[in-house]
């Protein structure tokens, strides 16, 4: 029953999560949410995390997971991988906040187009979850039927919830839940959510926004379990 089943939600801020470097020294990441919580590399059924890629190399293969990666700063990559079982493809990295998709197991080599560069990383174990990345400016909603998921502010001032309990968040600041009656109780048990409101988030527009000023802006991933009946 859903209420046996509670949410997680927690919320973070950018600026105070951890960066930890990766072993070939290229780069570092800051791992925003990782379900099952506390899971490894090889254990985790979606993962979202802010990495920074200094220099040029190989990316790591991630067999049976589906990648989705977005330029949030800097000058970008060149992704490139060579012809086989997933194709030869090219993809430039170079224009912010347009997420593109490829398969973890692909051999892919990243090239510099300058400085460092910092990215948003979504990873999702395939057959498991699916999930995808947008980039939104109109409000969203965390209730179901969306098993999990996951914001970012990049522009603008955004609320979560209503009343006395709202918080706002400002850009680098974002939350990650889990709708545990979805995940524990089975993907294909919806219930109608009586705390939509509690789990809104709409943009806090100012009465004036300055020319150029970029409008409220939010990295938005939405994750669905997969269940019997989607396969």
Do not use: Y
Request: with cysteine; charged share 15%; proline share 6%.
């Amino acid at each position: 029953m859903l209420d046996e089943c509670l949410d997680v939600v927690e919320f973070f801020d950018l600026a105070q999560v951890a960066s930890v470097p990766w072993k070939n020294g290229g780069g570092s990441t800051r791992e925003l949410a990782c379900w099952p919580p506390g899971a490894g590399m090889d254990g985790f059924e979606w993962r979202v995390s802010v990495a920074t890629i200094a220099t040029q190399g190989p990316f790591s293969a991630f067999a049976g997971v589906d990648r989705q990666i977005m330029l949030l700063e800097g000058d970008g990559v060149h992704l490139h991988s060579a012809p086989g079982l997933h194709g030869g493809w090219a993809h430039t990295l170079d224009q912010r906040w347009r997420p593109f998709a490829f398969a973890g197991e692909a051999p892919v080599v990243c090239s510099m187009l300058g400085g460092t560069s910092t990215d948003f990383n979504l990873m999702v174990r395939r057959g498991v979850w699916t999930g995808a990345m947008q980039v939104v400016q109109s409000a969203q909603s965390a209730a179901v039927p969306h098993s999990a998921g996951l914001c970012l502010v990049l522009a603008g001032t955004w609320r979560w919830g209503l009343g006395d309990a709202a918080r706002t968040m400002a850009a680098g600041q974002g939350a990650w839940w889990v709708r545990e009656s979805d995940v524990a109780c089975g993907a294909e048990t919806r219930h109608p959510n009586p705390d939509r409101d509690a789990h809104s988030l709409a943009p806090v527009t100012p009465l004036l926004q300055a020319e150029g000023e970029c409008p409220p802006t939010l990295a938005w991933i939405a994750l669905h379990r997969v269940s019997e009946f989607d396969i």
